[in-house]
């Protein structure tokens, strides 16, 4: 079980720190991501991170203004986000896969938090 965190509303070049964690499972069983869907979009990919934390990997779309990490000893995954712009306001959902390698496909990932919202104002 996936318990997504942090979403509210924050203005144009703010910051949020999204927080998944795990439950019933170790977080480090799996490869980690982070999803979003904006209203009348489909959900696209964000960020990923290895079991161990090793290793990530992002959407361009976000690259360099946000940092996926984990804490496999809280079973928790964090999405920090900087300088938010208005088009980063969506849904955010963390899941989880079952592999080793990071992926973008979000039919590779097998459970699946409830979301947080996060919305940016301009």
């Known amino acids: 079980q996936l318990q997504a965190s942090g979403g509210g509303l924050v203005q144009a070049g703010g910051s949020l720190r999204l927080s998944c964690a795990a439950s019933?499972?170790?977080?480090?069983?799996?490869?980690m991501g982070w999803f979003r869907q904006a209203p009348g979009k489909e959900r696209e990919f964000v960020a990923a991170?290895?079991?161990?934390?090793?290793?990530?990997y992002y959407a361009d779309s976000v690259k360099g203004r946000c940092t996926i990490s984990r804490d496999n000893v809280k079973n928790t995954v964090y999405l920090q986000m900087n300088s938010l712009k208005p088009e980063d306001t969506a849904v955010y959902y963390c899941?989880?896969?079952?592999?080793?390698?990071?992926?973008?496909?979000?039919?590779?990932?097998?459970?699946w938090g409830q979301g947080t919202l996060v919305t940016v104002s301009s």
């Open positions: 991170i290895i079991r161990n934390g090793g290793s990530t």
């Open positions: 899941a989880a896969e079952n592999g080793y390698r990071l992926t973008a496909e979000i039919k590779q990932y097998d459970y």
């Open positions: 019933r499972r170790p977080a480090s069983n799996y490869v």
